[in-house]
């Protein structure tokens, strides 16, 4: 097994429809820190590290979540039936890059623990990420200020946090139970709400763009804009997926006129 960090979820697939593969039983074998984001959103990590019988590797498991004010709590343990639905919360906490810094620092503090002779690398690693973070949120800032307060739709709810952080007014989410397609009479809701409200973009995430999207995009005349909100690339950094979903979004706005 390689040291160094490596990484469950294939990159650009969609998160919420993962189920691990034979290959991660040895992962979680070897392991000796796992790091999830939480809130529903991976319990398939909590059966695994069970099925391999690694208490200790659930001990040493790092609930990135944790720490973070999560949106839609709904006070109580939620069990995904398919994989998909959220769980206790909404778990697309990363789309606000303020609850990034926030996780980065729960990284650091959980390699510190294992490894405390390497504190002053670990601390300045922090800090350049911090460093970089900021800079990027001043240039995400200013890149969606032109279009705060203007009305978009969602497909799925992934949305919240990036729309709190930077005022986007999320209309709709198409999807009114995470997974399960909309029918004709959602899609017609959704039309009407399109054109009450003039919204001309509705947001979909790139690893999982939504069934009927054509279905829907015909009947409210509206632009689907795709975005890399799990990170597309392999070994992208989170500041360089960020760079790529605001250029595209405020690209989108220009496009449609907003
Ligand atoms: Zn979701």
Known sequence: MPDGVVQLLPTGFDPERFTPRPGDLAVM????????????????????ARRVQRADLATASVDLSRGIALLEVKGRAVEASDGHAH???????????????????????????????????????????????????ARWSAALA?????????????????????????????????????????????????????????????ADPGQLTPALTRAAALTPVALPSNGEAPGETYVAMMDALVARLADAFAKVGA
């Not at 074998?29 to 695994?48: E, I, N, P, V």
């Not at 919360?89 to 503090?109: E, F, G, M, Q, R």
């Not at 009450?196 to 979909?204: A, D, E, N, P, Y």
């Open 29 to 48: 074998q070897s392991g000796d820190l796992l790091l999830r984001a939480g809130a529903g959103f991976d319990d398939w990590a909590t059966l695994l």
């Open 87 to 137: 769980g206790s919360a909404n778990p697309h906490w990363w789309l606000d890059p303020v609850n990034a810094k926030t996780a980065v620092a729960s990284i650091a503090a959980a390699l510190l623990a294992a490894d405390p002779a390497r504190e002053a690398v670990l601390s300045a690693r922090l800090d350049a990420f911090n460093a970089s973070l900021n800079a990027g949120l």
């Open 146 to 206: 032109p279009y705060a307060n203007q009305p978009v739709l969602a497909y799925h709810n992934s949305f919240p946090y990036l729309a709190r952080r930077f005022r986007l007014d999320i209309a709709a989410t198409v999807e009114l139970r995470e997974g399960v397609s909309p029918g004709p009479a959602r899609l017609a809701e959704i039309a009407d709400i399109a054109r009450s409200k003039h919204v001309r973009l509705l947001l979909v995430e790139q």
